[in-house]
T-cell receptor, first 110, second 113 residues
Framework: EDQVTQSPEALRLQEGESSSLNCSYTVSGLRGLFWYRQDPGKGPEFLFTLYSAGEEKEKERLKATLTKKESFLHITAPKPEDSATYLC???????????FGKGTKLTVNP | NAGVTQTPKFRILKIGQSMTLQCTQDMNHNYMYWYRQDPGMGLKLIYY???????DKGEVPNGYNVSRSTTEDFPLRLELAAPSQTSVYFC????????????FGPGTRLTVL
């Protein structure tokens, strides 16, 4: 069964304090690993899709990396506006379903 | 483009009542999805559609029905609402593999009492 585990469940950082969020996964035939940002009361906002081990993608202060077992979302010098819940999901080949983790709630204090 | 829109934003139902959650997208996407998000849990796929007239079950379809008569609209029907259907419902769309599931709606928060 496909599984996604995100850690930590919650992370509190000071502004400018870099850190990483982890997404461990098990899936047969990975067809994509997805990262989303979700603000309270809003729908998920797409950030990245990674397709193969070794792939990296960046967007502003965020950088996502992928290995065969896990993905990291690195946040460099975060700002309070980066506070949100970050969701990780995987897609198996031949499936229209994304399997989501429970998310990591990030709080960045000024 | 408005993207993916959902109505209503909030709704309270009594046990046994029925309702339709509306979802519309204006991006001419063939693929549309319904997910539910329960507190502290990951989103789960209810139903999806790969084009007008074509729908299929996801992971948690029981208690729900869908139809897709147009490319733009993908309504989700709840028959005989139960407390277990209390959740936040998200509709999403994509045009295919290259932009798979990049667009989510703002959600409908449903409470069944």
């Amino acid at each position: 069964e496909d599984q996604v585990t995100q850690s930590p469940e919650a992370l509190r950082l000071q502004e400018g304090e870099s850190s990483s969020l982890n997404c461990s996964y098990t899936v047969s035939g990975l067809r994509g690993l997805f990262w989303y940002r979700q603000d309270p009361g809003k729908g998920p906002e797409f950030l990245f899709t990674l397709y193969s081990a070794g792939e990296e993608k960046e967007k502003e202060r965020l950088k996502a990396t992928l290995t065969k077992k896990e993905s990291f979302l690195h946040i460099t010098a975060p700002k309070p506006e980066d506070s949100a819940t970050y969701l990780c999901a995987v897609r198996r080949g031949g499936s229209e379903k994304l399997v989501f983790g429970k998310g990591t709630k990030l709080t960045v204090n000024p | 483009n408005a993207g993916v829109t959902q109505t209503p934003k909030f709704r309270i139902l009594k046990i046994g009542q029925s309702m339709t959650l509306q979802c519309t997208q204006d991006m001419n996407h063939n693929y549309m999805y319904w997910y539910r998000q329960d507190p502290g849990m990951g989103l789960k796929l209810i139903y999806y559609s790969v084009g007008a007239g074509i729908t299929d079950k996801g992971e948690v379809p029981n208690g729900y029905n869908v139809s897709r008569s147009t490319t733009e609209d993908f309504p989700l029907r709840l028959e005989l609402a139960a407390p277990s259907q209390t959740s936040v419902y998200f509709c999403a769309s994509s045009s295919g593999t290259n932009n798979y599931l990049r667009f989510f709606g703002p959600g409908t928060r449903l409470t069944v009492l």
